[in-house]
């Protein structure tokens, strides 16, 4: 069976400082992964999908950055933090060439 | 531009009666539609979904009713319970996939006990 596992559960940062969250995917090779962000309440903001080791496709523009550094493993990052980067942030996978996304538990991150 | 919509944006139903949520969507080209179901302080996980072949898909207490000719779809929940209550997404996507599913709002769903 795939796991799914997101780090860290949540995080507490100040504006202007840097983050890596990250996520991992085991039991499934050469899956899809995504990164979402959604605020409190809110809907499911597409954020970056991978479907390739090293290839990254931006979906929106956040100041955000992300990287799949293994077939298994999805980064994302920033160099600075906004007020606006808090909230719920949600990496995903999905099997080639079909749109079920199998979501993690999540990060909350709330930018102070 | 809002693809996919969903209402009403929240929803309240006593213990045991159905509760509908509606979807519809302005792609015609889209052909898969599954329903997540979301609790707070959690990811959303899939709870039914539906291929634009079929017009019903039944899943326990969960239906989806699906009519492609007015491009709208609604989630059925009957009996519902306390535990049903949570967020309920509706998503939308091409046939074979573009790795960008297109999600409504969301439905925010309580069942009073």
């Known amino acids: 069976a795939q796991t799914i596992h997101q780090w860290p559960v949540a995080e507490i940062k100040a504006v202007g400082s840097p983050l890596s969250l990250g996520c991992t995917i085991k039991g499934k090779s050469s899956p899809n992964l995504y990164w979402y962000w959604q605020a409190t309440g809110g809907t499911l903001q597409q954020l970056f999908y991978?479907?390739?080791?090293?290839?990254v496709e931006s979906v929106v523009q956040l100041n955000l950055s992300a990287s799949r550094p293994k077939d298994d493993q999805f980064i994302l990052s920033t160099e600075k933090l906004l007020l606006s980067h808090s909230g719920f942030y949600l990496c995903a996978w999905s099997h080639i060439f079909a749109e079920t996304l199998y979501f993690g538990s999540g990060t909350r991150l709330t930018v102070l | 531009q809002q693809q996919v919509r969903q209402s009403p944006q929240s929803l309240t139903v006593w213990e045991g009666e159905t509760a509908i949520l509606n979807c519809s969507y302005e792609?015609?080209?889209?052909?898969?539609f599954p329903w997540y179901q979301q609790f707070p302080g959690e990811g959303p996980a899939l709870l039914i979904s539906?291929?634009?072949?079929?017009d019903k898909k039944e899943d326990g207490r969960f239906t989806i009713f699906f009519n492609k000719r007015e491009k709208k779809l609604s989630l059925h929940i009957a009996d519902s319970q306390p535990g049903d209550s949570a967020t309920y997404f509706c998503a939308a996507s091409p046939p074979g996939g573009n790795y960008k599913p297109t999600f409504g709002k969301g439905t925010s769903l309580v069942v009073h006990p």
């Open positions: 991978s479907i390739t080791v090293g290839q």
């Open positions: 792609n015609s080209a889209f052909d898969y």
């Open positions: 539906i291929l634009s072949v079929s």
